[in-house]
């Protein structure tokens, strides 16, 4: 027996039947180091614990990351692209793969490509889809772009898996979508944040106080940018309390501060927020909105230091009833009459860079407070030239009874042209060419009727156009794009150039250069 024989050959070899570690290990196992499937994932500045499943079809394939909530709105959504150095290789594959066959057979053999690239390129060093397509160009020489990536074609195990979880551990949501689980849980994950900093009035932390510190070495906050980078954690002054200001009494206020907690450190960026009768002073997860709401603050403490100027100013914007009947089908005069008073705050005042301290902060009030008024009176005449088209606009597209599809687009046009707050959400640049704007659709109907096929080759011409800026605006779920907002206000020149060349535009403009502008928007 089997036993027996064992017993007489162990006696001749008694590590007869040992394995050795490299016997032991598998060759197709052999790239399964901590290295290549971590047990921790920095996101959000924080490490987050990492479990790997291997399950086909199970909604834990992959990889999948337990995050915190009070870190959720940090976490990259960059970053988690890359998944770990062992599933890049994997994922690299799986996109080149997506690619047309005319790019796809130039990168060929493809898994040559593949490790090449993953050799190359350093780890979750920018963005994975376009260092990836600046390779796929570079060898292949075709204009490939970014949406030729069909993502939809990826396998759901090659994109990180999120666990959201309370201080407790409970899970409050899960899913492959970070977008997603920070719309459903952003306002909880902002919540908790601001309760770590115990910055958030009346409510307790949400676990034992996080030490709050400005972060060394950055700039104050008149230099807050939403695309502002953490700078290496050290220790600093006490922190700030929540608390009711009518004045800059709080000392310098610095652009970034660090919240530690359980060993580790967030990065907060403080801001003034509006209360109505005084501002308070809270620390957000995210840089693009404390700097919208920074804003909104120092407007409301310079109205507060401004008391009598304004109260003045109130009272005698030029022509206010008029344009407020212009305006009544988008809001109030009371309304009207903030939005211009908060824009020429913000051009007499808020230039950058942000007052940071209480000197620079008397020093725009001291600079800007003769020019107050005439930015005032400026800017009400130009919302009145703006309303008087628009209303113009209004009555013309009533009357005209245009077929459905003009109206449908005329109708869309001056909803984007014309929101509740286009005094202060239009850059004041662009705030001049809006009469022109609204002048070109009175133009366009008036020639409707003489040639209305013309008209609808126009604006299929312009569909392709409109609908690629739009499926991008919502893809950024908000986040500023400046080139994008280049080419919106293209787009407007081009309806001039094709609906009412009459009026001119600035500079040339046609289908080609808006084509040129977006394929170098995708680069």
Same mark, same amino acid.
């Given at each position: ?54 399950? %086909? ?27 770990? %150095?062992?599933m890049?290789?994997?994922? +690299? ?9 005319r ?7 493809? =898994?040559?490509?593949?490790a090449?690239? +993953?050799?190359?390129n350093?780890f ?6 376009e260092?990836?397509? *600046?390779? +796929? ?10 949406? #030729? ?11 990180m898996?999120?666990?959201?979880? !309370?201080e ?16 459903e ?11 770590? =900093? ?17 972060a060394?070495?950055?700039? %104050? ?11 290496p ?12 200001y009518t ?5 310098e ?11 580790q450190t967030?990065i907060?960026?403080p801001?003034?927020? !509006? ?17 919208? *709401? ?19 100013? /109130? ?7 008029k344009?407020? +009947? ?8 009371e ?16 230039? /950058? ?10 020093a725009?009030? #001291? ?17 009145g030239?703006?309303?008087?088209e ?7 597209? *009533?009357? =005209?009874?245009a ?26 640049a662009?705030?001049q060419?809006? %009469? ?44 500023? !794009? ?42």
């Amino acid at each position: 027996s089997f036993e027996r024989w064992y017993r007489h050959e162990q006696k001749l070899n008694p590590k007869l039947l040992h394995l050795t570690r490299d016997e032991l290990m598998r060759h197709e196992a052999a790239g399964i180091t901590t290295a290549a499937f971590p047990k921790t994932i920095r996101l959000g500045g924080i490490d987050c614990t990492a479990t790997y499943l291997h399950a %086909p079809g199970d909604a834990k394939d992959g990889v999948t990351v337990t995050v915190p909530i009070y870190a959720l709105n940090q976490v990259s959504e960059e970053r988690c692209d890359w998944l770990v %150095p062992g599933m890049l290789e994997a994922k +690299v594959m799986a996109l080149v793969k997506s690619l047309h066959q005319r790019p796809r057979s130039r990168l060929m053999p493809l =898994a040559e490509f593949v490790a090449e690239f +993953v050799e190359l390129n350093p780890f979750a060093q920018g963005p994975l889809l376009e260092t990836l397509l *600046k390779a +796929v160009r570079e060898r292949t020489q075709l204009a490939v772009q970014r949406g #030729d990536f069909k993502l939809d074609m990826v396998a759901p195990h090659l994109f990180m898996n999120f666990r959201v979880v !309370d201080e407790h551990g409970r899970q409050l949501g899960t899913g492959r979508n970070l977008a997603a689980l920070k719309a459903e849980l952003g306002g909880q994950a902002r919540s908790a944040f601001q309760a770590l =900093a115990a910055l958030k009035t009346g409510t307790a932390p949400a676990a034992p106080a996080a030490a709050v510190t400005p972060a060394p070495g950055t700039a %104050p906050a008149g230099s807050r940018s939403a695309k502002a980078s953490p700078p290496p954690p050290s220790a600093a002054p006490e922190p700030l309390a929540p608390q009711a200001y009518t004045a800059w009494t709080f000392g310098e206020l610095p652009e970034l501060m660090e919240i530690r907690k359980a060993g580790q450190t967030l990065i907060g960026f403080p801001a003034l927020i !509006d209360r109505g009768t005084h501002v308070e002073i809270e620390v957000f997860d995210e840089p693009a909105a404390a700097a919208v *709401k920074h804003r909104a603050g120092l407007r409301r403490l310079l109205a507060l230091n401004l008391k009598e100027p304004l109260k003045y100013l /109130e009272k005698n914007i030029p022509d206010l009833q008029k344009m407020a +009947v212009a305006f009544m089908p988008l809001g109030t005069q009371e309304e009207l009459r903030t939005q211009i008073i908060d824009v020429a705050l913000e051009r007499a005042f808020l230039a /950058e860079p942000l007052p940071h301290d209480a000197a620079s902060f008397q020093a725009r009030i #001291d600079e800007g407070r003769t020019r107050l008024n005439l930015i005032a009176q400026e800017i009400a005449r130009q919302a009145g030239a703006v309303l008087l088209e628009f209303a113009a606009a209004q009555r013309k597209l *009533k009357d =005209a009874r245009a077929p459905k599809e003009v109206a449908d687009d005329i109708a869309a046009q001056l909803q984007r042209l014309m929101g509740k707050r286009f005094i202060a959400a239009t850059p004041w640049a662009q705030l001049q060419h809006l %009469p022109r704007y609204l002048k070109g659709v009175q133009l366009r109907l008036d020639k409707l009727r003489g040639d209305p096929a013309r008209d609808a080759q126009r604006l299929a011409e312009l569909r392709p156009l409109e609908q690629r800026w739009s499926r991008r605006v919502a893809e950024l779920k908000g986040a500023p !794009d400046a080139r994008l907002d280049e080419y919106r206000w293209l787009m407007e020149e081009l309806r001039i150039s094709f609906f009412a060349q009459e009026l001119k535009t600035p500079q040339p403009v046609s289908t080609k250069r808006l084509d040129k502008v977006w394929a170098q928007m995708s680069m």
